[in-house]
């Protein structure tokens, strides 16, 4: 994984083993200011999973006092403007329904169904995942290009299926990670339009309590070259070593490794990661990870806490006093397009010490 990757593909490097369109908010704001205000009005899916050419219940709940006109707005992910709106009443809603294309689009993709109340999006969207067959991550050889078993000197490709099945969409309101550790909060925004199932998996263990009480066990400020690099996190056993107890397949991720973006950690094997996760430190420091390790959200808030986790006092890599994640808990996200920016690194000035 990052530590577990050391013994893969960043031996080299280590010398050794959105919704996108974003309102802009101050980098240092507390979680709280960004979790979405409560409403009545919200848009609810009935049910996690929906088979393919079958209905898509979601739940449409309106205060008796709703004036304007209510609608559901269906944007393709990165889109600012939405690809079709609807009007709807209150009361349970066949998406399928009012949105034929989910079914008939020749190239299913990831969309989100935002409520629209009187012209205001209102409550967190609606993720509609399409369940489709995965490309296979492999190791092949640099030069012959074969498959191999062995990490150094490989390369990753990714295997298209002989042939993909649409098999349904899983549906679920997006929601915010914010992460309490010690050194303050950060609040990260998943991006399962890049990475799907890695951001699923993320938000699962958070939500199961995975990541209570565990701690930063690997810390890189720098590499030789003075670029920053990652902190890391996600073992309960604190030695870089533990998981959850299984593994999931690397996704061929399009988002960049920047500061502040969430990435799954693995060994040399592609397709071990679980639940060890690193927090990047630069785009310098963590470009060459683009590809090769599937990045899978961007902190929203939080920017000082990162760079004090990677300030603590080391020896070697690891920290002496880890910092903590006190507590991982879901939050629901703002409406589709209304999310702030993803944090940038603090200028050297401006960096706490």
Wanted: glycine residues 10%; proline residues 10%; aromatic residues 6%.
């Amino acid at each position: 994984m990052l530590h577990r990757y050391s013994a893969g593909l960043l031996m080299v490097a280590l010398a050794g083993p959105l919704s996108v369109a974003m309102a802009q908010g101050p980098a240092s704001s507390p979680p709280i200011a960004l979790e979405a205000r409560v409403a009545a009005a919200r848009l609810t899916p009935e049910r996690l999973y929906n088979g393919f050419n079958r209905d898509v219940p979601v739940v449409v709940s309106l205060p008796e006092e709703t004036k304007g006109e209510v609608a559901i707005a269906l944007f393709a992910a990165g889109a600012s403007e939405p690809k079709e709106t609807k009007p709807v009443t209150a009361g349970r809603v066949n998406l399928a329904a009012v949105f034929p294309s989910l079914w008939t689009d020749a190239a299913p993709a990831l969309r989100y169904a935002q409520l629209v109340v009187g012209g205001e999006r209102i409550g967190p969207p609606i993720v509609l995942q399409p369940l489709t067959t995965p490309k296979t991550a492999i190791l092949v050889d640099r030069s012959t290009r074969q498959p191999t078993a062995q990490p150094r000197g490989a390369v990753i490709d990714f295997v298209s299926p002989p042939s993909s099945t649409y098999s349904g969409l899983r549906a679920y309101n997006d929601q915010l990670v914010v992460l309490d550790t010690t050194q303050g909060d950060i609040a990260i925004a998943l991006r399962p339009d890049v990475a799907p199932n890695t951001a699923w998996n993320f938000r699962q263990l958070v939500a199961g309590g995975y990541y209570t009480g565990i701690i930063f066990h690997r810390i890189v400020p720098k590499l030789p070259n003075g670029n920053p690099f990652v902190v890391q996190a996600g073992d309960p056993t604190g030695t870089g070593s533990g998981g959850p107890g299984y593994m999931i397949d690397l996704e061929l991720s399009a988002l960049p490794h920047d500061f502040g973006v969430i990435s799954m950690a693995r060994t040399g094997d592609p397709n071990s990661g679980g639940a060890q996760f690193f927090l990047c430190l630069s785009r310098d420091g963590t470009s060459f990870l683009d590809r090769d390790y599937c990045a899978f959200g961007q902190a929203v808030t939080g920017a000082d806490a990162i760079i004090k986790i990677s300030q603590v006092e080391l020896q070697g890599e690891r920290p002496i006093d880890p910092p903590t994640i006190r507590s991982a808990r879901l939050v629901d996200a703002p409406p589709y397009g209304t999310s702030r920016d993803p944090v940038q690194r603090p200028s050297p000035e401006a960096a706490p010490r």
